[in-house]
T-cell receptor
């Protein structure tokens, strides 16, 4: 049973560019959450998708947007990248309260 | 909104020593509590969780945690650590009936545990 998968593993972008990160949930899960983990910090909730709609959003600007597809996979888009967006981006999938995390995408903004 | 505090940033122990990592949360309503572990180079994994019932919960790899509602605490314990327990540990809370925040996990900043052989 494949767990949560994310792509790409690493990404380097420059300020002002746009980036798309992808997540495939664990089999049987219908909900995807995205988190940002800055160096030395705990993960911070960005948003959660359920039934292809954004169900809840954390304290992140509109530059962060997402999408969920009918097969429950999800994308996280970040526009107008800032140096401070450099972080590990984690995807978590769930069917109830317990969330299962993927390995993350390491984004570096230069 | 809920928040989580982890008291220790970095803990260094010798093998066979006992471990207790502190976690306090701030939220007055019903909470679900979690401890996650992140081994070097690996993804976050669930160690244990508390939803309701017995406040002493047992997790994987010999870890346990006690929920003390009056202290808003959920401390993680292990009687005897091993070198393989070297990792970063995160406490997290979910407030399922909090309305706007009911689906998110709120994490602490983490405690790095180094176990010396």
């Amino acid at each position: 049973d494949a767990g949560v998968t994310q792509s790409p593993t690493h990404l380097i972008k420059t300020r002002g560019q746009q980036v798309t990160l992808r997540c495939s949930p664990k089999s049987g899960h219908d909900t995807v959450s995205w988190y940002q983990q800055a160096l030395g910090q705990g993960p911070q909730f960005i948003f959660q998708y359920y039934e292809e709609e954004e169900r809840q959003r954390g304290n992140f600007p509109d530059r962060f947007s997402g999408h969920q597809f009918p097969n429950y996979s999800s994308e996280l888009n970040v526009n107008a990248l800032l140096l401070g967006d450099s972080a590990l981006y984690l995807c978590a999938s769930s069917r109830s309260t317990e969330q299962f995390f993927g390995p993350g995408t390491r984004l570096t903004v230069l | 909104a809920q928040s989580v505090s982890q008291h220790n940033h970095h803990v260094i122990l010798s093998e066979a020593a006992s471990l207790e990592l502190g976690c306090n949360y701030s939220y007055g309503g019903t909470v679900n509590l979690f401890w996650y572990v992140q081994y070097p180079g690996q993804h976050l994994q669930l160690l244990l969780k508390y939803f309701s019932g017995d406040p002493l919960v047992k997790g994987i790899k010999g870890f346990e945690a006690e929920f003390i509602k009056s202290k808003f605490s959920f401390n993680l314990r292990k009687p005897s650590v091993q070198w393989s327990d070297t990792a970063e540990y995160f406490c997290a809370v979910n407030a399922p009936y909090s309305g706007a925040g009911s689906y998110q996990l709120t994490f602490g900043k983490g405690t790095k545990l180094s176990v010396i052989p």
